[in-house]
Structures are given as C-alpha cells and as structure tokens.
C-alpha cells in the first residue's frame, strides 16, 4: 500500500529532527567512494571488502546495491548502527532506522525501478559481521519483539 506524501513529509520531518544531525546520506563518485557499496575509498575503485570479493574468491558482487547512510564507527551514527542490531536493540535507534528504511524505498522506490526495470517488491537486511543471535530487528520476527 502506497503511503501518502502527507505521510512522507511527516516521517522525514520526524527523521531530520531527531537524527538529521549525524546521518548522511551516501554518495557515489569514483575513486571516492567504492563503485558498489559507497564506502569512502581513497582513489580506488572498490572498498577493500568489495575486491576481494570482486578478485579472487568466486563470490559475485550484488549487480545492484543501494545504500541509504553511512554508520561511521565512533560517531553518532555508528552508534545508532550498533544499538538497533544489538542483541538487546535499542528501541529509539530501531525506530531511526526503520524511518530511514521506510523514506529511503518510499522516496527512492521509483528510481531502483527504473535501474531494474522492475517494480521494487522485496528488500532485505545485512546480517551484522558480528553476528547475533535471533531475528534482525526489522525483519517481520524482530517486529514482534517490539521493534517497528
């Protein structure tokens, strides 16, 4: 069900007051930023995680990934990153996030269709490198332990 600009605004309004101060949207620019997940880079193409899975391993890069912040480690925004997948997720930053998720495919869903040729119908979530035990605080099972 589509959700109205009405509600979009309010969400976004939501979003910036409480989080517009540390959340940035990421950006792509070659030797930037890494041509398939946006990390920053210093003049190469791709992070360090995504060539070695490029050259060598036999694992394939995703042929399209869409990045909507970046989680800086030892920032305030790696921070909400940590504490919305810990094992007990915090419930402010869980709600940070999901308002990020929601706008991010609300607002951008017309545009990966037009990348894709196709309606978005699905998306996913990264299991954290960490690991954690039990669902991930988005998924349909984690929103029944009380996350958005």
Known sequence: MPVS????QQFR??????AGGYLR??????RVTCRVCSTP???FLRCFQCQQHHSGFGEQLADAVGALT???DGQQSGYVMYGYKSENPIEEHVA???MTVMLGISLHGPCLAATVGAPVTHWTVVPSLRGRAGAHPLSPSGA?????
Do not use: H, S
């Open 5 to 8: 600009d009405a509600v979009l």
């Open 13 to 18: 309004g939501v979003l910036v007051r409480q």
């Open 25 to 30: 949207n990421t950006i792509r620019e070659e």
């Open 41 to 43: 880079v210093d003049d």
């Open 70 to 72: 970046y989680g800086v």
């Open 96 to 98: 940070v996030v999901a």
């Open 144 to 148: 029944a332990r009380g996350a958005p």
